[in-house]
T-cell receptor, first 115, second 112 residues
Framework: ETGVTQTPRHLVMGMTNKKSLKCEQHLGHNAMYWYKQSAKKPLELMFV???????ENNSVPSRFSPECPNSSHLFLHLHTLQPEDSALYLC??????????????FGSGTQLSVL | TQLLEQSPQFLSIQEGENLTVYCNSSSVFSSLQWYRQEPGEGPVLLVT?????EVKKLKRLTFQFGDARKDSSLHITAAQPGDTGLYLC????????????FGKGTKLSVKP
């Protein structure tokens, strides 16, 4: 148990569906992140939030829409995804924005399949 | 462009054997982290190395940061089935944002 909880654990959706991924951290951290993990690729940073303000959007397509209502909760809204978007989506948090030696705490991820 | 190369990509060994996995880059990092990820779970931080030449030990795991802070290695002594997992290295580029760059990982399987 890392203190970062993601739901759902698994999600299958069609290309026309709208769904949302949820992340909650119980660690009192100020920064939260969305990462994408695909087979045979390094973890890709998608979005960064610090004190619920977005500080980085790593050229992510607009079919992915993040929302951070407060420092403990992070959502990823999905709309008209493509099959190549199938991946493990990981949420993470850290005390502050990553600096030298700062630790990332990951959730268990949502395994997404787009049909 | 991948900045961190991990090798080998896959490693399958018997319980009790020793192994070393590598993380190499042409870039300098302010710090480097090693994570282990088990199937169906997110990565869990094992260690952070900050100083060039630094060596850290975590039970049977020994981590080393290269003198020039461009590479790192992880050595496991007497591997056990519980060591099975994906080992990821991640380099921090520094600055206030300090984005982490991840390697593709080494998938380790330790057979009883």
């Amino acid at each position: 148990e890392t203190g970062v909880t993601q739901t759902p654990r698994h999600l299958v959706m069609g290309m026309t569906n709208k769904k949302s991924l949820k992340c909650e951290q119980h660690l009192g951290h100020n920064a939260m992140y969305w990462y994408k993990q695909s087979a045979k690729k390094p973890l890709e940073l998608m979005f960064v939030y610090n004190f619920k303000e977005q500080t980085e959007n790593n050229s992510v397509p607009s079919r992915f829409s993040p929302e951070c209502p407060n420092s403990s909760h992070l959502f990823l809204h999905l709309h008209t995804l493509q099959p190549e978007d199938s991946a493990l989506y990981l949420c993470a948090s850290s005390q502050d924005l990553l600096q030298r030696g700062e630790k990332l705490f990951f959730g268990s991820g949502t395994q997404l399949s787009v049909l | 462009t991948q900045l961190l190369e991990q090798s080998p990509q896959f490693l399958s060994i018997q319980e009790g054997e020793n192994l070393t996995v590598y993380c190499n880059s042409s870039s300098v990092f302010s710090s480097l982290q090693w994570y282990r990820q088990e199937p169906g779970e997110g990565p869990v931080l094992l260690v952070t190395v900050v100083t060039g030449g630094e060596v850290k030990k975590l039970k049977r795991l020994t981590f080393q940061f290269g003198d020039a802070r461009k590479d790192s290695s992880l050595h496991i002594t007497a591997a056990q089935p519980g060591d099975t997992g994906l080992y990821l290295c991640a380099g921090a580029r520094g600055g206030s944002q300090g984005n982490l760059i991840f390697g593709k990982g080494t998938k380790l399987s330790v057979k009883p």
